[in-house]
C-alpha cells in the first residue's frame, strides 16, 4: 500500500524517484467555479443600490408627503364636524342633536356603563338631552387628515387667495374668464332634491363665482353667541367691559375654525372685498372692534367657515335641480330670524336660470 502511493506520487513529480530530490507534487487540477460565485469573491465590482436615509422621528416636523394630523370635534350623533371655537354652540348643524350633553362631554366614558368620569351631583338621565352640567367640555380628538388638499398647505392657501383674496377683474385689469351664468352676489336656495345632509335648507350668500369655482357663506344656520371679548382675545384685540356679544353663524364646512363678516359696503378696511352695492367681505378681526366703538358697518353677519366648490363643480350641481337661485337683499340676509330665511327665499327663487 505505501508502495502504491509512492509510485503515484513520483508519477505526478519532476523528479525519478530514487535520485534523492524531493518531489514536485501536481495535485489533480480542481474546477475554481464555486470560488468565482458571488459569495466568494472578496470585493464586489457591481454598485450597490444605497440604502434609504433612517426615519425621521415621530416628533419630527412632518414632510411633504406625510399625512398631517388635525384636531377636530364631531358630532357624536351623527359624525358632522363641529367648529371648536364656539363654546356656546348649541346644537349640531348637520342633524340638530344637543351639543350640550353627557354623548358630547370629554368625560362621557361609554366603556363604564355610559357614565361620567367626573365627580357630578346627581346623574344625568337622558345622556342625549341638553343638560347644565358645569363639568361639561367639548370632546376634541387628533385625527389624520388624508383629504386630497391637506398634504399641501399652501395650495389652499393660494386657491383661496385667487378665489376671495383677488380683486375684482374691473379693478386690476385682468379680466377672467366668466362662468356661463355668474351666481355672484345672489342667494343658493337648497331644494328637497339636494341629498348633502350638511345643506338642508340652507340659503347661501354667493360671494365669488368664477370660473376657478365659487364661494359663499351659509347665512341661516346660527350657532350660538360669544362674547365680544373671547372673540378678540386670540388677536391681541381689546373692547371695552360689557361690550356684548355677537351671534355666530354657520357659514360652511370648509376652514371651521376662520371667521368672515358679511356686511353692507359703508366700511371697508384691511381684508375687506366689496361685491356690490349692496354687500362686503371683510376677514379682518378688527371689523368687530369697530363694531363694537359703532363705527362698523351698518348691518353685518359674523360666519365661521365657508361653502366652497371647485371648477365647474357649482354649475353641475346646478343642471341636477339640487339649488334654487334668488336675488339678495339686506333685509332677507342679515334678518335676524334664521327660521324665515329659507322659507323666504324659497318663494322668491328663480328656477329657470
Given at each position: 500500500?505505501?508502495?502504491?502511493?509512492?509510485?503515484?506520487?513520483?508519477?505526478?513529480?519532476?523528479?525519478?524517484?530514487?535520485?534523492?530530490?524531493?518531489?514536485?507534487?501536481?495535485?489533480?487540477?480542481?474546477?475554481?467555479?464555486?470560488?468565482?460565485?458571488?459569495?466568494?469573491?472578496?470585493?464586489?465590482?457591481?454598485?450597490?443600490?444605497?440604502?434609504?436615509?433612517?426615519?425621521?422621528?415621530?416628533?419630527?416636523?412632518?414632510?411633504?408627503?406625510?399625512?398631517?394630523?388635525?384636531?377636530?370635534?364631531?358630532?357624536?350623533?351623527?359624525?358632522?364636524?363641529?367648529?371648536?371655537a364656539t363654546a356656546s354652540l348649541e346644537q349640531c348643524p348637520n342633524c340638530r342633536a344637543a351639543i350640550h350633553a353627557c354623548r358630547q362631554?370629554?368625560?362621557?366614558?361609554?366603556?363604564?356603563?355610559?357614565?361620567?368620569?367626573?365627580?357630578?351631583?346627581?346623574?344625568?338621565?337622558?345622556?342625549?338631552?341638553?343638560?347644565?352640567?358645569?363639568?361639561?367640555?367639548?370632546?376634541?380628538?387628533?385625527?389624520?387628515?388624508?383629504?386630497?388638499?391637506?398634504?399641501?398647505?399652501?395650495?389652499?392657501?393660494?386657491?383661496?387667495?385667487?378665489?376671495?383674496?383677488?380683486?375684482?377683474?374691473?379693478?386690476?385689469?385682468?379680466?377672467?374668464?366668466?362662468?356661463?351664468?355668474?351666481?355672484?352676489?345672489?342667494?343658493?336656495?337648497?331644494?328637497?332634491?339636494?341629498?348633502?345632509?350638511?345643506?338642508?335648507?340652507?340659503?347661501?350668500?354667493?360671494?365669488?363665482?368664477?370660473?376657478?369655482?365659487?364661494?359663499?357663506?351659509?347665512?341661516?344656520?346660527?350657532?350660538?353667541?360669544?362674547?365680544?371679548?373671547?372673540?378678540?382675545?386670540?388677536?391681541?384685540?381689546?373692547?371695552?367691559?360689557?361690550?356684548?356679544?355677537?351671534?355666530?353663524?354657520?357659514?360652511?364646512?370648509?376652514?371651521?375654525?376662520?371667521?368672515?363678516?358679511?356686511?353692507?359696503?359703508?366700511?371697508?378696511?384691511?381684508?375687506?372685498?366689496?361685491?356690490?352695492?349692496?354687500?362686503?367681505?371683510?376677514?379682518?378681526?378688527?371689523?368687530?372692534?369697530a363694531i363694537v366703538g359703532g363705527t362698523g358697518p351698518r348691518r353685518a353677519i359674523f360666519c365661521l367657515g365657508y361653502t366652497g366648490w371647485?371648477?365647474?363643480?357649482?354649475?353641475?350641481?346646478?343642471t341636477t335641480g339640487a339649488w334654487g337661485v334668488a336675488p339678495a337683499d339686506e333685509r332677507l340676509v342679515f334678518d335676524e330670524d334664521p327660521?324665515?330665511?329659507?322659507?323666504?327665499?324659497?318663494?322668491?327663487?328663480?328656477?329657470?336660470?
Open positions: 500500500m505505501p508502495g502504491m502511493l509512492q509510485n503515484e506520487l513520483c508519477a505526478a513529480s519532476d523528479a525519478e524517484p530514487g535520485d534523492g530530490t524531493p518531489p514536485t507534487i501536481h495535485l489533480p487540477a480542481m474546477s475554481d467555479r464555486k470560488y468565482r460565485q458571488q459569495g466568494y469573491r472578496s470585493s464586489n465590482p457591481e454598485p450597490r443600490t444605497p440604502s434609504p436615509p433612517p426615519r425621521p422621528p415621530a416628533d419630527a416636523p412632518r414632510g411633504g408627503g406625510m399625512l398631517a394630523r388635525h384636531t377636530v370635534s364631531r358630532c357624536a350623533a351623527c359624525g358632522a364636524v363641529l367648529p371648536i362631554c370629554t368625560h362621557f366614558e361609554p366603556s363604564r356603563r355610559f357614565e361620567c368620569t367626573e365627580p357630578i351631583p346627581e346623574k344625568v338621565a337622558d345622556k342625549n338631552a341638553r343638560n347644565d352640567c358645569a363639568a361639561f367640555a367639548l370632546r376634541v380628538t387628533v385625527e389624520r387628515d388624508a383629504s386630497p388638499d391637506s398634504t399641501r398647505p399652501g395650495d389652499i392657501r393660494r386657491g383661496f387667495d385667487n378665489l376671495f383674496k383677488n380683486v375684482t377683474a374691473a379693478a386690476d385689469g385682468h379680466a377672467q374668464a366668466p362662468t356661463r351664468r355668474s351666481l355672484t352676489g345672489r342667494l343658493l336656495v337648497a331644494t328637497d332634491t339636494l341629498r348633502d345632509p350638511r345643506f338642508a335648507r340652507t340659503v347661501i350668500y354667493i360671494v365669488r363665482h368664477r370660473a376657478e369655482g365659487a364661494f359663499g357663506l351659509v347665512v341661516n344656520i346660527p350657532l350660538g353667541e360669544i362674547p365680544y371679548e373671547r372673540a378678540l382675545q386670540p388677536f391681541g384685540l381689546t373692547v371695552p367691559p360689557g361690550a356684548g356679544g355677537i351671534r355666530v353663524h354657520y357659514g360652511g364646512p370648509v376652514e371651521e375654525r376662520r371667521g368672515f363678516v358679511l356686511h353692507t359696503p359703508d366700511w371697508t378696511g384691511e381684508g375687506t372685498s366689496v361685491i356690490d352695492d349692496h354687500f362686503a367681505i371683510t376677514d379682518d378681526p378688527r371689523i368687530l372692534q371647485g371648477p365647474g363643480q357649482l354649475d353641475a350641481e346646478m327660521t324665515q330665511k329659507w322659507i323666504e327665499a324659497t318663494t322668491r327663487r328663480l328656477l329657470d336660470l
